[in-house]
């Protein structure tokens, strides 16, 4: 999260009429829908390969090396047999499944940066703002979230500011963290960009950073289908493959101004 992404700036302009439930609009741009339905399959094979070459050495270190003989911070559980690509041991495989999906994954982050700031989806949708920080306001959006009401009433198209924090943490954070840490763990690209074992603080810390990354990203995917499921796994799906979402009736649902 960038400083200027917490600047002060006029509130988004909320709809002149309140859109009523059972309202259609129109919510994910082409581009997010292509980029989140590629990701699914793309981070599906990711993790099931990535947990087969974990297997292979379920230590991790920080440092520049890590063997054996060195003292790991943390000792992951085995992944079993069913979680893993492939199902059965073959780390050769699984690392030509990671490599060719990772670049997937790196350059479909590129298009989704690109086409998010062309198109202002940043700007619009997911930029948090001073006033959305402030304690008052998490908790009056926390209280909602626990009675299941995920949209403000006066602008049901607006992200809540949790769902803010946790896009921009996954799209700014996580993913670039992976990718960077990954860069580092090739040899090849070690030896071209010497500059990434830096920025992660050797070779055994990339693979730490690099499995620290994918957990927050696994944690961020369960919430992520956990509340689509509960905010109403029909319609939400329906929006990511149209674009078109329809507007919940959240009973009892209050804006800002009456809950804070």
């Known amino acids: ?11 988004p302009a909320a709809p002149a009429v309140v859109p009523p439930p059972g309202t259609a609009l129109y919510r994910h741009r082409l581009t997010t829908r292509l980029w ?25 270190y920080w440092g ?9 911070w943390f000792n992951p559980p085995r992944a079993p047999s069913y979680l893993t ?10 690392r030509r499944w ?7 994954f790196a350059f479909g982050l590129l298009f989704f940066m690109v086409s998010s700031l062309l198109n202002k989806h940043f700007q619009k949708d997911l930029r948090i703002r001073l006033k959305e920080m402030a304690p008052a306001h998490l908790w009056f959006d926390a209280k909602e979230h626990a009675a299941l009401r995920f949209h403000d009433p006066k602008n049901p198209n607006a992200r809540n500011i949790f769902q803010k924090l946790a896009y921009v943490t996954a799209i700014f954070v ?20 010497p500059w990434v074992l830096d920025i992660v603080g050797g070779r055994a810390s990339a693979r730490s ?33 149209t674009g078109w979402w329809t507007v919940p009736d959240d009973h009892g649902a209050k804006t800002q101004e009456h809950g804070a």
């Open 174 to 193: 996580l993913i670039p963290a992976m990718i960077v840490s990954g860069l580092a763990l090739s040899p090849t690209m070690a030896a071209a960009w």
């Open 209 to 241: 950073v690099h499995f620290l990354a994918a957990s927050g990203l696994v944690v961020f995917i369960i919430v992520h289908v956990a509340l689509v499921i509960l905010a109403g796994a029909f319609g939400e799906v329906k929006s990511m493959i």
């Open 85 to 94: 690509i492939p199902a059965g041991y073959n780390l050769a495989l699984a």
């Open 98 to 104: 990671h490599l060719t999906f990772a670049l997937v």
């Open 64 to 72: 520049d090396f890590g063997a054996n003989p060195d003292h790991p």
């Open 1 to 11: 999260m960038t400083e200027a992404s917490l600047a002060p700036s006029p509130e």
């Open 36 to 60: 989140h339905w590629v990701n699914v399959v793309t981070i599906f094979i990711m993790i099931g390969s990535g947990l087969t070459i974990l297997n292979a050495h379920p230590h991790l």
